[in-house]
């Protein structure tokens, strides 16, 4: 994870120490002055993600502190520090580009929670900016997510991806199986050779034996030249196998061989061809499952489950939704020739709120009706599916009708109170506790 800069400018050294230490504790490298000069030459020879200055360092001169940071770096987020008769210095300053402003004495606490708001604007910024990237063809794949199951399974591929063993991916339809597939080719020894992707649900049983194994010249009527299959084809490259769940039981043997031996025989050959391909397979259903119903051999399921990787479903990925929004956003603004810049709070709330069946291919083909449909630059609750809207709905209902323990007594003593028509003593009878009981749970 990036590390952040933080500039703190303060000419007073009690405060000074406690915002050192609410920046600390929030994940920012802080740096720290007290005068406008020394903080005008960090400035220049730095780059800080984020500035707290105080107003009460001297005269315009924090002014002229937050237009040159501006000027060195126009993502840098300046929070403004003042007391009540600095506010509107601290208006103007906002006007000019200044994040926030926070007046004294300082709340730490909400200095705290403001300073992770802003950690997590510029680490999404960051991320955005790589992933832009990315699309542009300018760097290799990049996972979008920032949540720490999704950081696990990042940091896991790194760790596997460079190594020759065959590596089982298993997650939900839509997770994007295909899209860690080629993430792993990109990180592995392998990444300057191809990239090949055969769906083993595909095809009918004959015909995925000719796709992945080949046959030769008058293999079969109408077999009029050798064909290689994909194995020959990704020749010292990477090929992906994916629903590996759905390939018929005669494939699975001859696939097992190929695991074992490097070695192939061509549908209608005689002799064995070696191939030198790395294999990663993926599924979305359980592979354990299918052994024990018997439509998928369990020494075949041995020799793929060497590393296994598994894809989390978007539902449990929460976090990561609003830079999936943001990031695709972006790009199918561009596709249409839309100016969309967000998505209304309202909007957002029920995008996080809806579980995602189709994981991120369902958000992705979300987000792209709804920068078609838009008509202003902001993505509003109108341009959602109706399914997901009504689904938003029944989740409200359903938290209404589920309150705490607190709120129902609450409500029980007072539908209690209603049929004694107000009379104490009544109402604790119906109850069952004493007066001086309800009296206290009244108060």
């Given at each position: 994870?990036?590390v952040?800069k933080?500039?703190i400018?303060?000419d007073?050294?009690?405060?000074?120490d406690r915002?050192?230490?609410?920046?600390t504790?929030?994940?920012?490298?802080v740096?720290?002055?007290?005068a406008?000069e020394?903080?005008s030459?960090?400035i220049?020879?730095?780059s800080?993600?984020v500035?707290?200055s105080?107003l009460?360092?001297?005269?315009r001169?924090?002014?002229?502190?937050?237009?040159?940071a501006?000027?060195?770096?126009?993502?840098?987020?300046?929070i403004?520090?003042?007391?009540?008769?600095?506010?509107?210095?601290?208006?103007e300053a906002?006007?000019?580009g200044?994040?926030?402003?926070?007046t004294?004495?300082?709340r730490?606490?909400?200095?705290?929670?403001?300073?992770?708001?802003?950690r997590?604007?510029c680490?999404?910024?960051a991320?955005?900016t790589?992933?832009?990237?990315?699309?542009?063809?300018?760097?290799?794949?990049?996972?979008?997510?920032?949540s720490?199951?999704?950081?696990?399974?990042?940091?896991?591929?790194?760790?596997?991806?460079?190594?020759e063993?065959?590596?089982?991916?298993?997650?939900e339809t839509g997770?994007g199986?295909?899209?860690f597939?080629?993430?792993?080719?990109e990180?592995s020894?392998r990444?300057?050779?191809?990239f090949f992707a055969?769906?083993c649900g595909s095809?009918?049983?004959?015909?995925l034996?000719?796709?992945?194994?080949g046959?030769e010249?008058?293999?079969y009527?109408g077999?009029?030249?050798?064909h290689l299959?994909?194995?020959?084809t990704?020749?010292n490259?990477?090929?992906l196998?994916?629903e590996?769940?759905?390939?018929?039981?005669?494939?699975?043997?001859?696939?097992?061989?190929?695991?074992?031996e490097?070695?192939l025989m061509r549908v209608?050959g005689?002799?064995?061809?070696?191939?030198d391909?790395?294999v990663?397979?993926?599924?979305?259903?359980n592979?354990?499952?299918?052994v024990?119903?018997g439509?998928?051999?369990k020494?075949l399921?041995?020799r793929?489950n060497i590393?296994?990787?598994a894809?989390?479903?978007?539902?449990?990925r929460?976090d990561d939704i609003?830079l999936?929004?943001?990031f695709?956003i972006?790009k199918?603004?561009a596709k249409?020739?839309?100016a969309?810049?967000?998505v209304s709070?309202?909007?957002?709330?029920?995008l996080?709120?809806y579980?995602?069946?189709?994981?991120?291919r369902?958000?992705?083909?979300t987000?792209?009706?709804?920068v078609i449909?838009a008509?202003?630059?902001?993505?509003?609750?109108k341009?959602?599916p109706?399914?997901?809207?009504?689904?938003?709905?029944q989740l409200?209902?359903s938290?209404?009708?589920?309150?705490t323990?607190a709120?129902?007594e609450r409500?029980?003593i007072?539908?209690a109170?209603?049929?004694?028509?107000?009379?104490?003593t009544q109402?604790?009878?119906?109850?069952g506790i004493?007066?001086i009981?309800?009296?206290r749970?009244l108060?």
């Open positions: 994870m990036a952040l933080l500039l400018l303060e007073e050294t009690e405060p000074l915002l050192v230490g609410v920046g504790s929030v994940g920012f490298a740096t720290v002055c007290s406008l020394e903080a030459k960090l220049e020879q730095n800080f993600d500035i707290m105080d009460h360092t001297g005269g001169g924090e002014l002229q502190v937050l237009k040159l501006k000027t060195r770096n126009t993502n840098t987020m300046v403004i520090i003042t007391d009540s008769a600095s506010v509107e210095r601290a208006v906002v006007g000019m200044a994040y926030r402003y926070i004294k004495p300082y730490f606490d909400e200095l705290k929670t403001l300073l992770q708001q802003v997590e604007q680490l999404m910024r991320e955005l790589e992933l832009r990237g990315m699309v542009e063809g300018n760097r290799k794949s990049t996972i979008i997510g920032k720490p199951i999704i950081q696990d399974v990042k940091e896991y591929i790194q760790k596997v991806a460079p190594l063993c065959t590596i089982l991916l298993e997650g997770v199986k295909e899209f597939a080629r993430l792993i080719h990180n020894k990444a300057d050779k191809g055969i769906n095809f009918a049983e004959e015909l034996s000719n796709e992945l194994f046959h010249k008058d293999a009527t077999a009029d030249s050798r299959g994909f194995f020959e990704a020749a490259g990477t090929l196998l994916d590996i769940s759905e390939m018929p039981l005669t494939s699975q043997v001859k696939l097992l061989r190929v695991l074992q490097g070695t209608g005689t002799a064995e061809v070696k191939v391909v790395r990663i397979a993926a599924s979305n259903r592979l354990e499952e299918q024990e119903a439509t998928f051999r020494d399921l041995y793929l590393i296994r990787v894809i989390p479903p978007l539902r449990d929460v609003s999936f929004c943001n695709f972006g199918f603004s249409y020739n839309k969309i810049e967000a709070d309202e909007a957002m709330n029920v996080c709120n579980d995602y069946p189709g994981n991120v369902e958000l992705i083909n987000i792209e009706r709804a449909l008509d202003t630059n902001c993505i509003e609750l341009q959602l109706k399914h997901i809207l009504h689904s938003s709905r409200e209902q938290r209404d009708t589920i309150c323990l709120e129902m409500r029980h007072l539908r109170l209603e049929a004694a028509d107000g009379n104490k109402a604790a009878k119906i109850l004493d007066r009981t309800l009296w749970k108060k």
